[in-house]
């Protein structure tokens, strides 16, 4: 069992910066096969995926935040961080930690991201 705690999230204006961190309660990063990112689901959308970071430091963006958002890990503290600039209107949602494993998949309970002028 994985417990993912995030924090971070709130109310930006468009073009503004946040920074959303999630700390597991153990290192996901220990196994190779194992991977932690950030999910987020807008209202009336299905969940996306943002950003991902694998054990081996391999990381994948969604089309709609390359070059805006940066996922990054902190192994001795057991936290990924997701750094986001120029943030738009449609980056407004919930945003979810994730941790995939060899021994399931794990949700974060969420942080609301929004941004508004």
């Known amino acids: 069992q994985v417990q993912l705690v995030e924090s971070g999230g709130g109310l930006v204006q468009p073009g503004g910066s946040l920074r959303l961190s999630c700390a597991a309660s153990r290192n996901i990063f220990s196994i190779n096969a194992n991977a932690m990112g950030w999910y987020r689901q807008a209202p009336g959308k299905q969940r996306e995926l943002v950003a991902r970071?694998?054990?081996?430091?391999?990381?994948d963006y969604a089309d709609s935040v390359k070059g805006r958002f940066t996922i990054s890990r902190d192994n001795a503290k057991n936290t990924v961080t997701l750094q986001m600039n120029s943030l738009k209107f449609e980056d407004t949602a919930v945003y979810y930690c994730n941790a995939q494993t060899i021994s399931g998949i794990f949700w974060g309970q969420g942080t609301q991201v929004t941004v508004s002028s």
């Open positions: 970071i694998t054990a081996g430091g391999s990381t």
